[in-house]
T-cell receptor, first 111, second 111 residues
Framework: EDQVTQSPEALRLQEGESSSLNCSYT??????LFWYRQDPGKGPEFLFT???AGEEKEKERLKATLTKKESFLHITAPKPEDSATYLCAVPDSNTGNQFYFGTGTSLTVIP | DAGVIQSPRHEVTEMGQEVTLRCKPI?????LFWYRQTMMRGLELLIY????????DSGMPEDRFSAKMPNASFSTLKIQPSEPRDSAVYFCASSQGETQYFGPGTRLLVL
């Protein structure tokens, strides 16, 4: 069964303190791994899609990487505005339509 | 682009009442998804449509829940009768391809 596990559940960082969030996945056939950001009271906002091991994508202070078993979201020198919940998801191995979401990592960046 | 539009943004109702949530997907997107998000269970897929046809409703919790998509620009999720345990944030998302784009959600409270 396809599934996604994220860790840690919550992370508090000082402004400028770099760290990484983890997303472990189990799928029979990877159709991509998706990262979303969710701010309180809003819907998830698409960040990245990674399709193959070794692939990396960057956006401002965020960099996502992918291996055959997990993905990391690296946050370099975070700012308070990076505070949000970060979700990862994988599409269903068979249909590609249904997403399986992790429970997310709640990131708080303290000024 | 207006993005995915959901209404109402907030709904407070009493147990036993009918609740109807509405969604307008992004123009040109051919898939539409209804999710429910709670603290305990995270994001759960309820049902999704492809070209206005329901493809998988296995996530619909019980017969009290129903969803329709009469045309490519409109979908509803109905709960009848509503119960306190239905309280959650309900998201609609649409896609053309694999990336899903989420609406702002409807926060439902059933008293």
């Amino acid at each position: 069964e396809d599934q996604v596990t994220q860790s840690p559940e919550a992370l508090r960082l000082q402004e400028g303190e770099s760290s990484s969030l983890n997303c472990s996945y189990t799928v029979s056939g990877l159709r991509g791994l998706f990262w979303y950001r969710q701010d309180p009271g809003k819907g998830p906002e698409f960040l990245f899609t990674l399709y193959s091991a070794g692939e990396e994508k960057e956006k401002e202070r965020l960099k996502a990487t992918l291996t055959k078993k997990e993905s990391f979201l690296h946050i370099t020198a975070p700012k308070p505005e990076d505070s949000a919940t970060y979700l990862c998801a994988v599409p269903d191995s068979n249909t590609g339509n249904q997403f399986y979401f992790g429970t997310g990592t709640s990131l708080t960046v303290i000024p | 682009d207006a993005g995915v539009i959901q209404s109402p943004r907030h709904e407070v109702t009493e147990m036993g009442q009918e609740v109807t949530l509405r969604c307008k997907p992004i123009s040109g997107h051919n898939s539409l998804f209804w999710y429910r998000q709670t603290m305990m269970r995270g994001l759960e897929l309820l049902i999704y449509f492809n070209n206005n046809v329901p493809i998988d409703d296995s996530g619909m919790p019980e017969d009290r829940f129903s969803a329709k998509m009469p045309n490519a620009s409109f979908s509803t999720l109905k709960i009848q009768p509503s119960e306190p345990r239905d309280s959650a944030v309900y998201f609609c998302a649409s896609s053309q391809g694999e990336t899903q784009y989420f609406g702002p959600g409807t926060r439902l409270l059933v008293l």
